[in-house]
């Protein structure tokens, strides 16, 4: 499907290579059976993205999704944050890429949203749902948390969503999003990285700065009615478990 490839190019670092494709992208979104009104949206996007100075462009990219988890690419943030299950979350996403034939060919953890929709890109229409649709939830949260901040990266969001064919519920997300303590702020970033009584058995202790930090609160909790963790389809969870 080639609109996954646009929004996957989309909601990935702008480059100069991105803008210059500027014509191919709405070109991507004319050709798609999303409602008109989407369509219309997503090719606003494209322009206003597009315009902009390329560095301010990604001053904002990083200040979005890089500067707390609430906005994470990355899906198993938002299921597992730093559970030990992360890992093998992200073993079993891998062995289902390569099972389908989907080399990978990024530095990006295979978990990264825009690699994901490259990965579905080649799939069935009926894949493509299924699987958008085992994610719908997360991609809510993500569109409600853009929301508040009035940010136009939303309209990718909701696009997944659209395509997705699921019905979710917004209300209820939208309700939980309102009521979260915002985690990029200048403030709620010290707190985060707060030094750390070092410890002989602390299990941080050799590892990157980040895998000692403590869950975050604004990370998704497959507990709760507001998410949903990612399943493996039984013909695909057969297929892993033989490799």
């Known amino acids: 499907m080639l609109l996954l490839k646009v929004i996957s190019h989309l ?15 709405i070109s991507g979104v004319e050709q798609s059976g999303i409602s008109a009104e989407t369509r219309a949206e997503l090719t606003g996007f494209i322009s206003e993205l597009t315009q902009r100075d390329l560095f301010d462009a990604q001053e904002s990219y990083d200040l979005l999704f890089d500067r ?7 899906l198993f943030e938002h299921v597992h944050g730093e559970s030990r299950d992360r890992g093998q979350a992200m073993v079993d996403l891998m062995n289902v890429y390569k099972t389908h034939g989907f080399e990978v060919d990024s530095s990006q953890l295979p978990d990264y949203i825009p690699l994901y929709l490259e990965f579905l890109s080649q ?12 994610i ?7 569109s409600e948390r853009l929301k508040e901040r009035d940010c136009y990266y939303k309209v990718l969001l909701d696009t997944l969503i659209e395509v997705s064919g699921v019905e979710v519920e917004r209300e209820e997300i939208a309700q939980a999003v309102s009521k979260e303590v915002r985690d990029d702020t200048v403030e709620a970033i010290d707190k985060e990285w707060e030094d750390r009584e070092i410890r002989f058995d602390d299990p941080a202790v ?13 990370a998704l909790d497959p507990n709760t009615v ?18």
């Open 11 to 25: 909601l990935d670092y702008p480059t100069q290579a991105l803008f210059d494709a500027k014509a191919e992208l």
């Open 226 to 243: 507001h998410q949903v963790p990612i399943k493996w389809h039984e013909a695909d969870a057969a297929q892993v478990s033989g490799l």
């Open 68 to 74: 707390g988890r609430a906005l994470s690419l990355l």
């Open 206 to 218: 050799g590892q990157c700065p980040s895998a000692g930090i403590q869950h975050s609160q604004n």
């Open 123 to 134: 799939q069935s229409c009926e894949f493509i749902q299924e699987w958008l649709g085992d």
């Open 136 to 142: 719908s939830h997360i991609l809510t949260m993500l």
